[in-house]
């Protein structure tokens, strides 16, 4: 190794938390790379000794994905939990960490191949001279316990991993090489095509994608912004098709840029910060040198002509206003934040903003604004400000009358000048983010400040999204002056354009219409003779808490931390779980219920009622909700069960509760808001199923829950539903309920009771019995059942199909995490090797993915791949022919990555909550399965050291091997537009195909409901 020295070395720059224990120091190399090492004392809680890593570099054979299981209400989720100490390397911990954010991105992608900086970040995870096995990076990551993900943005690109604590140097040594000596195999690049291609067709039926496209598109000529920055087949293989040497490019623009003087790293371990810094000097010392001067971007003139109103067509049920205003770009002056002044401003949801006005007239559903968090937003050319409005169908006629109403509210902001007091209440409110943060995951955190290392100066890395320090009015009234109608940009996005004469956007195909602004509205938005009266500026903000006392008082909180939460309250009326933080002593409490409503699921018709209710119930609540700037609330229906979360920054919860409680108790809606939700809602149905992916996973669902109701039923339905229907339904699903709670964070047990008084108190209610609660079962699959579910895509130009193979396994059993642990620890095994052959090899799409479901506690296990190219049956062929390929893999596991798998979950299982909001979640999804095992992750990583190879073989033999009478599944296959259902006839007569979900489940038989 040449010995490369850092030429700087910065300890204590990094401004950071007082609460945040970790250390910080930023090194630069002889190369010109930057790089901030992090030592997180978590990760080696018992002190870290060189001695006890048993070096990294075994090999073999497996990889990442971020699998992505989250399309289900009521599934699966990675668990990790308390623990006690029990020998070594049991005690809780945290993983370790790396990002590597490199200064180039989108905008330098060559008019000719449009996509490759994209197309370049897909290359570099494709193997180096080094490690040249194709998935040699992944593989290693995914057999400690790690993953990896990168995203490629206009002005940078960013490429980040997590792993197991003792393999970060082993994951650096792979990681590095990236920025060494990628291979970039002209065979490799071949295929990778295909993958970028498939991954644009994720994006093709999307609306924000489809309108991104379409500002891009009609910029102007030779702006930077006037590109495709996706990449898809046509843009990269038609260029190799039209004579671009593709391989030449891509290496000219990694020679360019890949070099120190761009690249931003960080590094977040358990060694010291020496160690880690000679890891990084090593390993990066061969990264080229190069110059700090960022690449320079050649842009005349706006980005968009103004005057002009865009019309397009949208591929779901909606009705978007997007109002975009062009701002010079700001990150010079991030200790102002000008432009957030005016997007708190814009974006108001309380009395007298314009979304409140909106809402009155009956026009518009919700607003956002501000300059989005994206690269395309916030560039060195420009920062865009956007305006994004969700209209109903009046709303639609009315787009200029809001416009003029927006132009009213701008004047408003002109005529009253900046106010230092609203500045101030940005200040405090960043200040304590700053100050209180909730920590993230290490990758994320790596990624995050990686990015920030290129926008921010060293000390203000963590600090520059926080901080706003300096009042600057003169600057946010200069900015003010960019709000002209000539600088505004209108997109109205919708399903049904009126014109025959639409233009095409040519990467995404979708149609659109341009439309010129008469002058005589742009002559009066500039200057409104008047301002409506029910504008004005927000009222001082009550809910801004002062209180950041601490309740625990152990100084070491090691013990009592993994005290399970107590049951403080069980009574008819209700039951509440209470646990007070001693682990990250921060002033926040997460504050969770589960009510349930008398008959509330009892019939479809009830089923809509009560949605109708609590969408109206939030809509009534949001200016209050809204007001509680510190404070996170969130209501939704599961089952007959209305959930409500209240979390935040823990001084201003039971004040809030009481506000929502005493609406809640007497709320009936009025006629105009109850016809504005319940056209919301009837969109959303009709919206319901509109990606394959989640059609799948619908369409399973339906066939594995005893009782659910069909999304067409319910739009049918809920067309009939008047007002006079809901008012009689409210006093009756309020007569009767039970809740379920849980209180955990800073608070003592005498506020927790309290908060149980504020329910008792508010509502007077008689408790619902046992019996009358709903209770989900849950179909049991006949032995050796073999069922096929055939349905063609809801949006009819969707060209991508899905197959979501489904194993039914056992319902859990009391007290044992085994069942668990084997399913677990198979997903673990086979999930990279199946990833690089359907994906990496096969391409048969961007999606593939395998995973455990958890279906109201019946075990399941799915396969499920995306594809654009091909048909269920082959897609259904394909992960058949790896299933039967799963035998002899497990044969030949050798017994050390057996190991490698095993020790890397347990310690997935065993990592420490990276936050109080991520440990509440586990407490509260063992309440929600009603399985009060609040040691779950503790007790599986304990079961796992009992479970060997031969144990895996045995399960796999029983339940997915065809022979077996408990192989049971369900293969839904979900037709793309392009595929012929006909194909189905090639299917093996063993195959029984459920044409009617209803009569299937009429003659099923069900588990015993569970939860
Ligand atoms: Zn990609």
Not at 930 to 944: G, N, T, V
Request: aromatic share 10%; charged share 30%.
């Amino acid at each position: 190794m040449p010995e490369t020295k850092a030429v700087s070395t910065l300890d204590n720059v990094v401004v950071k938390s007082p609460n945040d224990r970790r250390l910080y120091r930023v090194i630069e190399l002889e190369n010109g790379l930057s790089a901030l090492l992090i030592h997180d004392p978590d990760i080696y809680p018992e002190g870290y000794a060189a001695d006890q890593i048993d070096e990294d570099d075994e090999d073999g054979e497996e990889e990442e994905e971020d699998s992505d299981g989250s399309y289900e209400d009521d599934e699966e989720g990675d668990d990790e939990d308390d623990d006690e100490v029990e020998g070594k390397g049991d005690q809780q911990t945290k993983k370790a960490a790396a990002a590597m954010c490199v200064a180039m991105g989108s905008f330098l992608d060559p008019p000719e191949a449009q996509g490759l900086a994209h197309f370049l970040e897909h290359m570099l995870f494709m193997g180096s001279s080094e490690f040249p096995d194709e998935n040699e990076y992944d593989s290693y990551l995914s057999k400690h316990g790690g993953s990896s993900n990168a995203y490629t943005e206009m002005e940078h690109t960013c490429y980040h991993f997590e792993v197991k604590r003792e393999f970060l140097q082993g994951a650096l040594k792979r990681f590095s090489q990236f920025f060494v000596a990628p291979l970039m195999k002209t065979e490799a690049m071949e295929r990778e095509v295909l993958a970028v291609d498939s991954e644009f067709n994720q994006a093709l039926q999307n609306d924000a994608c489809r309108l991104q496209q379409l500002q891009c598109y009609t910029s102007a000529k030779g702006h930077p912004f006037n590109r495709f920055s996706w990449g898809n087949k046509k843009s990269l293989s038609g260029a190799m098709e039209n004579g671009v040497d593709l391989r030449e490019c891509i290496m000219k623009l990694y020679k360019e840029y890949y070099h120190g003087g761009l690249m931003k790293l960080v590094v977040i371990g358990g060694e010291s910060l020496d160690t880690l810094e000679s890891w990084v000097v090593e390993l990066f010392g061969d990264v080229k040198n190069g110059s700090k001067i960022m690449p320079t971007l050649e842009a005349k003139g706006p980005i968009w002509e103004g005057g002009k109103l865009y019309r397009l067509e949208a591929v779901k049920d909606v009705h978007t206003l997007d109002l975009t205003w062009t701002l010079p770009p700001l990150r010079h002056a991030y200790v102002k934040k000008p432009e957030d002044y005016l997007a708190h401003l814009l974006g108001h949801e309380g009395k007298g903003s314009l979304l409140s006005f909106l809402k009155g007239k009956g026009w518009a559903t919700s607003l956002s604004a501000g300059v989005g968090d994206d690269g395309i937003n916030r560039s060195s050319l420009a920062y865009v400000f956007g305006m994004s409005i969700h209209l109903t169908d009046s709303g639609l006629e009315k787009i200029y009358d809001i416009i003029a109403y927006t132009y009213q509210y701008l004047k408003l902001l002109r005529d009253a000048s900046p106010q230092e007091w609203i500045f101030k209440e940005l200040q405090d409110i960043g200040n304590m983010d700053f100050r209180y943060a909730e920590e993230q995951a290490a990758d994320d955190y790596a990624a995050e400040l990686s990015e920030n290392m290129l926008a921010y100066p060293v000390e203000h890395i963590i600090y520059g999204d926080y901080v706003y320090r300096t009042w600057d009015s003169k600057m946010i009234a200069d900015l003010m002056g960019f709000f002209t109608p000539k600088n505004m940009r209108i997109d109205v996005v919708s399903k049904s354009i009126k014109s025959e004469e639409f233009q095409t956007e040519p990467w995404f195909g979708s149609h659109y219409i341009v439309e010129d602004v008469p002058l005589v509205l742009m002559e009066t938005w500039i200057n409104p003779s008047e301002v409506d009266n029910s504008l004005h500026l927000p009222s001082e903000n009550q809910f801004i808490p002062s209180d950041f006392s601490i309740r625990a008082t152990s100084s070491d909180g090691d013990l009592k931390s993994q005290s399970p939460p107590k049951c403080i309250i069980d009574e008819p009326l209700m039951k509440f779980w209470y646990k007070l933080d001693e682990t990250f002593k921060v002033p926040r409490a997460n504050t969770y219920f589960r009510i349930n409503l008398k008959g509330a699921y009892g019939s479809v018709k009830n089923c809509l009622l009560t949605e109708l209710f609590i969408n109206l119930l939030k809509d009534e609540l949001n200016e209050i909700i809204y007001q509680a700037t510190k404070l996170e609330t969130s209501l939704s229906m599961y089952g007959d069960k209305l959930e409500l979360k209240v979390f935040g920054f823990n001084e201003k919860i039971p004040a809030l509760l009481s506000k929502i409680l005493a609406i809640a108790k007497s709320f009936m809606p009025s006629l105009d808001r109850f016809k504005v939700i319940k056209e919301n809602m009837e969109r959303g149905l009709r919206n319901t199923n509109m990606k394959p992916l989640n059609h799948s996973t619908y369409l399973r669902l339906q066939l594995l829950c005893k009782r659910i109701y069909d999304s067409d039923e319910k739009l049918s339905v809920l067309n009939d539903l008047s007002l006079t229907d809901l008012n009689s339904f409210i006093p009756e699903v309020r007569s009767q309920i039970f809740i379920e709670a849980l209180c955990h964070g800073n608070l003592s047990e005498d506020e927790a009771v309290n908060i149980s008084n504020i329910f008792k108190n508010s509502l007077t209610v008689e408790p619902l019995p046992v019996k009358s609660r709903h209770g989900e079962q849950i179909t049991c699959f006949p032995l050796s059942a073999k069922l096929v579910r055939d349905v063609n895509v809801k949006n009819k130009s969707e060209t991508n199909s899905v197959v979501e193979l489904y194993y039914q396994i056992e319902p859990e059993e009391a007290k044992s995490t085994r069942m668990k642990a084997v399913l677990d620890l198979f997903s673990e095994i086979i999930e990279e090797p199946l990833f690089n052959q359907l994906r990496t090899k096969e391409q048969l799409g961007y999606v593939v993915e395998c995973g455990p479901r958890l279906t109201y506690r019946v075990h399941g296990f799915c396969f499920c791949v995306q594809s654009s190219k091909y048909g269920p049956v082959h897609l259904l062929g394909r992960i058949d022919n790896f299933i039967k390929d799963i035998e002899g893999m497990l044969e030949q596991l050798d017994e050390e990555s057996f190991e490698d798998y095993r020790s890397g979950l347990i310690g997935r299982l065993l990592e420490k909550d990276p936050s109080l909001l991520s440990e509440t979640n586990e407490l509260w999804s063992q309440i929600v399965d009603k399985r009060y095992m609040f040691d779950y992750s503790q007790k599986e990583a304990e079961e796992l050291r009992s479970i060997e190879k031969k144990d895996v073989m045995k399960w796999y033999k029983t339940y997915f091997k065809e022979s077996s009478p408990k192989s049971r599944r369900l293969a839904v296959r979900v037709w793309g537009c392009d595929t012929n259902m006909k194909e189905t006839q090639t299917d093996p007569k063993s195959v029984q195909v459920i044409a009617d979900a209803v009569a299937f489940k009429s003659t099923s038989k069900f588990y015993p409901s569970l939860c």
